[in-house]
């Protein structure tokens, strides 16, 4: 499965940004996805996770309450709202997809996944 990611940009602190992460390939909801951040000079770092079908979330303790995970499996396409943005947040934004049946443990971390998009920056600026 091929993914791309899409939406990044410059935005103020508190403002609002919606990611997109359009699949192509197989068939979409045969996977669980996941977001994942890299700061500069920093390792990837996991924002959230979506189950194949839609009905687990789960977010870093950093971004709980401000981002939100869903998923239109019809557009094989996983969205990242990401709402009262902060300066930190400021990274380069990562979809994954993982095949194998998991948990939301292990979906938190980057090694479960087989397919990467390419980034997209996100800056905040205080």
């Known amino acids: 499965v091929q993914l791309q990611a899409s939406g990044g940009g410059l935005v103020q602190a508190g403002g609002s940004l919606r990611l997109s992460c359009a699949a192509s390939g197989r068939s979409f909801s045969n996977y669980d996805m996941g977001w994942f951040r890299q700061a500069p000079g920093k390792e990837r770092a996991f924002v959230g996770s979506n189950s194949r079908s839609g009905g687990t979330t789960d977010y870093a303790d950093s971004v709980k309450g401000r981002f939100t995970i869903s998923r239109d499996n019809a557009k094989n396409t996983v969205y990242l709202q990401m709402n009262s943005l902060k300066p930190e947040d400021t990274a380069v934004y990562y979809c994954?997809?993982?095949?194998?049946?998991?948990?939301?443990?292990?979906?938190?971390?980057?090694?479960?996944?087989?397919?990467w998009g390419r980034g997209t920056l996100v800056t905040v600026s205080s």
């Open positions: 994954a997809a993982g095949g194998s049946p998991t948990t939301v443990t292990m979906r938190r971390n980057y090694a479960y996944y087989t397919y």
